[in-house]
């Protein structure tokens, strides 16, 4: 089955305390991202991955690093994580060719729920 | 720059009544527009989008969305909604010309009563 699949699914920490959410696909898609979703802010992009060893920051990136050594693979890494980070995040990927990023829409993770105390 | 914007963050409705949540955008260049719904602890998943052509685009689970470009619209309908597509609604788009980003609204619970 096609898919995108993140792990945790649900993750408690305590600020400062470093991790890593994972996230792989199986449809051999070239561009991968990381959105948050908060209440009432709709789902917000934190970093972006044309390519293996492309990546590139989006509308949140602070406070959130990445990595791209493999295709499937696109790791969320929180090096110190704060309180305003608990969110829920979901890990998407398209196939990166045809007309642009629209044209097949994205392939969205289960959402991994981050509490930060 | 582009973006979009949901105003009703929550529709409710009687079960079997039709319903429309609506999406505006805003852009200077031709986009690609979508509808995802996401239910209760569960990822997104695509209702439908449009790319080009017909401006009336159906979709998943009995859904359809117009594409108005003189108003910046993308509405979705449903002319009979079930208890089960009680979900939040998403609005995204994107513009043809440039980067790979999908731009989201705020999002519209829809919330269907019996």
């Known amino acids: 089955e096609a898919q995108v699949t993140q792990n945790p699914r649900y993750l408690i920490t305590v600020t400062g305390k470093k991790l890593t959410v994972t996230c792989s696909q199986n449809?051999?898609?070239?561009?991968m991202s990381w959105y948050r979703q908060d209440p009432g802010l709709g789902l917000r992009q934190i970093y972006y991955?044309?390519?293996?060893?492309?990546?590139d920051k989006g509308d949140v990136p602070e406070g959130y690093k990445v990595s791209r050594k493999e295709k499937r693979n696109f790791p969320l890494i929180l090096e110190s994580p704060s309180p305003n980070q608990t969110s829920l995040y979901f890990c998407a990927s398209w196939p990166g060719t045809g007309i642009g990023v629209g044209s097949e829409g994205y392939t969205f993770g289960s959402g991994t729920r981050l509490t930060v105390v | 720059a582009q973006s979009v914007t949901q105003l009703d963050s929550q529709v409710p409705v009687f079960e079997e009544a039709p319903v429309e949540l609506r999406c505006n955008y805003s852009s200077s260049v031709s986009v690609y527009l979508f509808w995802y719904v996401q239910y209760p602890n569960q990822g997104l998943q695509l209702l439908l989008k449009y790319l080009s052509g017909s401006t009336l685009v159906k979709g998943i689970n009995g859904f359809e969305a117009e594409f108005n470009k003189s108003q910046t619209s993308f509405h979705l309908r449903k002319p009979s909604v079930h208890i089960s597509d009680t979900a939040e609604y998403f609005c995204a788009v994107s513009e043809m010309d440039s980067s790979y980003k999908l731009i989201f609204g705020s999002g519209t619970r829809l919330l269907v009563r019996p």
């Open positions: 449809m051999n898609h070239e561009y």
């Open positions: 991955s044309m390519n293996v060893e492309v990546t």
